[in-house]
């Protein structure tokens, strides 16, 4: 299945509206945070708050994702920093190049692009 990733626009409240309710139905509470902070101007230099529908996973779409954040990174910041408690999520951020770091209490994972 083609998957199209596109930057959202001034307003993400209705394209996040999916996200937001089903990641809060599965008790995963980040989706609502992206969407606070997003609409509060709040700036990160962090991989944070990726999810992906449960009935696109496993087709690439989370790895097409993070290649793209990665791309989008380079050349504004010298790493980036995630944290995950999620094992599937980990060795995804690792086979993208991400290492494991457990000298940040901030991230579970670090990725050098300079």
Not at 16 to 26: F, K, M
Not at 57 to 65: D, E, I, T, Y
Not at 69 to 91: D, W
Request: proline content about 3%; charged content about 20%; hydrophobic content about 45%.
């Amino acid at each position: 299945m083609p998957v199209a990733i596109e930057r959202l626009g001034e307003s993400p409240t209705s394209a996040l509206g999916a996200l937001v309710a089903e990641s809060e139905a599965h008790g995963l509470h980040f989706v609502r945070r992206l969407l606070d902070e997003w609409t509060a101007a709040a700036e990160v230099g962090r991989v944070r708050h990726l999810y992906v529908l449960i009935g696109h996973r496993q087709a690439g779409v989370g790895r097409q994702l993070v290649e793209r954040v990665i791309e989008v990174a380079r050349g504004h910041f010298a790493c980036l920093r995630l944290r995950t408690g999620n094992p599937a999520a980990a060795r995804l951020y690792e086979s993208l190049g991400f290492r494991a770091s457990a000298d940040l209490a901030s991230a579970t994972h670090v990725l050098d692009l300079a």
